[in-house]
């Protein structure tokens, strides 16, 4: 059940989709429908919200739940005190974030013993209240009256050390006061960062270095900045702070408990009252609150980057109908070969040795063995892994490929994470008799003809497409991973006949154990016919088959709407727009039949259980059956011959392969061992731009010219822009 006000902070909160959107999203997913399920089956509800609008209606939805149930205990814990006033709680309820609540509940909440709470026990608050008044009388002399050894207070200055001590923690815990301070330091202040005494020693490559006396405005600190301070704290290299100019907020507060009140002997008592209130609670309490916010943003958008790869990574345009050989490249243990056929089927492997210290022997039979794999299994693609040895291996191959007088074309494969699978236990499930460097050469193979199939295998936070990840929270992180995978596997479909349980278990409502039993059911039944079939397997119930069963296409089975990302539910209506464009089962997919679809009028179909998008979509599908999404990506670029840095001149003109995407750049892949980096400001000319993903993604095929090369740091700067354009 949807609560009513928790459902209309939502709607506050998000002004670009509609309350109507918003209620049938919350409504669907309340009712067991995934993401996937609804963006793709359930437009006319929401108005055709996509998958990420959808997640972002989720995750404000999961925030504002959070507010709400933290505004009930909090109201709850003061009323439990007996201190709950009616003004009191229309304050929390009215509350738009969790500060704004934390702030009022401070005074309320229950804490450690401090000065503060030992001076009220002994009995001081009233004296602390009267000081409030600006007497005229003396201090010193109202605070005899308080005077008790019993209660360790010997002095009046005992008694006025507490009465400080209330003052100065009442003047702290006073929510407009917080909120005034938060937001002046915020708009105001700086990020400074000095390095430590024996910081430079301890960053013997300088990877710090430019943070070494660094300073920065807090609202323009980006989320790569306060990572990398953050880090450099954690490594006791550098000391960081919040730096603000203090007189203003000592003013304000003049203003705020003095302003002008007559003269009194209790003002300066009180102006020292604040001071410290500043100088011990407040001050720090905002510095913690200021740099915490800054990583939780630098967070979020560290992980949205990583998720936004990610995604562009696991969507490359796969290699379809060839044979392929992955190559792992190694110095020592030499290089593992492993062989796949069109469909990723394991058929053979070598192992050669073509780098020192392998003896010269073996080094000079390399080639020849090379090439007779190449020969034996007509090898027409190889994919060679990016790690130890991989420019090595790459010139090898390119020499070797000179010898071949047909055409092989090879491609450098992102290996990140490759050794972690074929270390896992999914990878010993289905090759048991092999070794790791083995499975992870096959791994390298089928990541070329399926990067989505096969990656999805793997760790993503191993595979390196962001920015310091292993700095993130892992929990959301791994949310991240969560969404980005299912958004990719179900916008892609998958093949119900050769899918691993690894890519099944992504589908839209099935989980491992049903991913399992629907790969166990083939192993036992033979190929599935039909899409109905699923209804067997274990497990599998109703929900679980309506919300999945669009997203699993079977080739060549009994009925040929199963290969098509139509839902079943809508098969009726399918078959009827297929007779009235006279269009036979058979013909689907012909570029008659296409032409004849072409010619429909997809409101003649809307009936009270099809509204007009599903029609489209229903109408697309019947156009192109089994589409992969991924055909209109950019295809890997296939080289044959290999460079070096020192090939590298400023001016000269490459293609290249972006791997990463970060806030201030994008690294390329132009053939060399090492990637180089395109800055922000080089990759439009004269236009600013902000974003880089705005620009390009993981896996975009770019033309670079080359800035400069530095052979010793092993850097290599590029630009997207070319010279007659500068």
């Not at 499975?439 to 199939?453: H, Y």
Request: glycine content about 6%; charged content about 25%; aromatic content about 6%.
């Amino acid at each position: 059940m949807i609560d009513k006000q928790t459902l209309e902070l939502v709607q506050h909160n998000l002004s670009t989709i509609g309350k109507s959107q918003i209620a049938a999203v919350l409504k669907l997913m309340d009712e067991g429908n995934t993401i996937p399920f609804i963006a793709r089956y359930r437009k006319e509800m929401t108005g055709s919200l996509d998958e990420v609008q959808i997640q972002t209606v989720e995750a404000e939805y999961q925030r504002a739940t959070a507010l709400q149930d933290r505004k009930a205990a909090v109201i709850k814990s003061i009323d439990e005190e007996g201190k709950l006033t009616p003004q009191l709680r229309q304050s929390i309820l009215a509350s738009a974030n969790l500060q704004d609540v934390e702030d009022i509940y401070l005074p309320y909440k229950q804490k450690r013993q401090t000065k503060a709470t030992l001076a009220k026990q002994r009995g001081l608050k009233p004296f602390a209240r009267w000081l409030l008044t600006f007497p005229s009388g003396n201090l010193e002399v109202a605070a005899q009256k308080y005077v008790d050894p019993s209660k360790e207070l010997r002095s009046p200055q005992d008694v006025l050390d507490g009465a400080h001590e209330i003052l100065a923690e009442t003047f702290s815990e006073l929510a407009p006061v917080r909120n005034w301070v938060r937001g002046f330091t915020t708009r105001t202040g700086k990020i400074r960062a000095t390095v430590k005494p024996k910081g430079k020693a301890l960053d013997e490559k300088g990877v710090y270095q430019q943070y070494y006396d660094f300073a920065e405005p807090i609202a323009k600190m980006t989320a790569t900045r306060t990572l990398a301070i953050n880090r450099g704290e954690k490594e006791k290299i550098l000391t960081v702070k919040v730096a603000v100019d203090t007189d203003p907020i000592i003013n304000y507060c003049h203003f705020k408990f003095v302003g002008k009140r007559p003269d009194s002997p209790a003002t300066a008592f009180i102006e020292a009252g604040y001071q410290d209130a500043y100088k011990r609670f407040i001050g720090p309490a905002i510095e913690r609150e200021l740099r915490s916010s800054l990583t939780a943003t630098a967070n979020d958008q560290s992980i949205k980057v990583f998720g936004q790869n990610l995604y562009n990574l696991l969507m490359q345009a796969p290699i379809k109908g060839k044979i392929v050989l992955g190559f792992d490249p190694a110095y020592r243990t030499g290089c593992k070969l492993a062989i796949v056929d069109e469909n990723g089927k394991y058929l053979g492997k070598g192992l050669i040795y073509p780098h020192k210290p392998a003896p010269e022997q073996k080094r000079q039979a390399a080639q020849q063995e090379f090439i007779a794999i190449l020969a034996k299994y007509h090898v027409q693609m190889i994919a060679i892994g990016n790690g130890t040895a991989s420019r090595e291996s790459e010139q090898f191959v390119a020499d070797a490929l000179k010898r071949v007088k047909r055409d092989i074309y090879y491609v450098i494969v992102n290996e990140a994470g490759a050794s972690v699978y074929s270390a896992s236990q999914a990878a010993r499930d289905e090759f048991p008799d092999l070794h790791v460097e083995q499975r992870s050469a096959i791994s390298i193979a089928r990541r070329l003809q399926d990067p989505l199939a096969e990656l999805v295998k793997i760790d993503p936070e191993s595979i390196g497409v962001g920015q310091y990840q292993h700095d993130l929270p892992a929990k959301d992180l791994a949310n991240e991973v969560d969404v980005v995978v299912e958004r990719a596997v179900n916008r892609v479909g998958v093949n119900l006949n050769t899918a691993s349980y690894q890519l099944l278990e992504h589908i839209s409502g099935l989980s491992t154990t049903i991913a399992r039993n629907i790969v166990k059911y083939r192993d036992e039944n033979g190929r599935y016919n039909s899409r109905k079939e699923l209804k067997k397997v274990a497990r599998l119930g109703p929900k679980a088959y309506e919300q999945s069963v669009g997203f699993l296409r079977i080739i060549g089975g009994k009925e040929p709407l199963d290969n098509t990302d139509i839902h079943p539910e809508s098969y009726a209506v399918a078959r009827k727009i297929l007779q009235a464009a006279r269009v036979e089962s058979a013909e689907i997919g012909t570029a008659a039949a296409a032409a004849k679809l072409q010619g429909l009028t997809a409101q003649n179909f809307v009936g009270a259980t099809v509204g007009l998008e599903t029609v489209k979509d229903i109408i697309n599908s019947l156009q192109n059956p089994g589409r992969d999404l991924r055909d209109q990506m950019p295809a890997p670029l296939l080289r044959k011959d290999v460079l070096t840095m020192a090939d590298l001149k400023p001016g000269m003109k490459l293609e290249g392969t972006v791997r990463n995407v970060v806030d201030f750049g994008a690294f390329v892949d132009i053939g060399v061992k090492h990637d180089g980096l395109v800055h922000v400001s080089r990759m439009r000319a004269h236009q600013f731009i902000r974003d880089p993903k705005t620009v390009v993604s993981v896996g975009d095929i770019v033309t670079v010219w080359i800035e400069s090369v530095d052979l010793e740091r092993e850097r290599i700067q590029l630009t997207m822009v070319s010279p007659e354009a500068q």
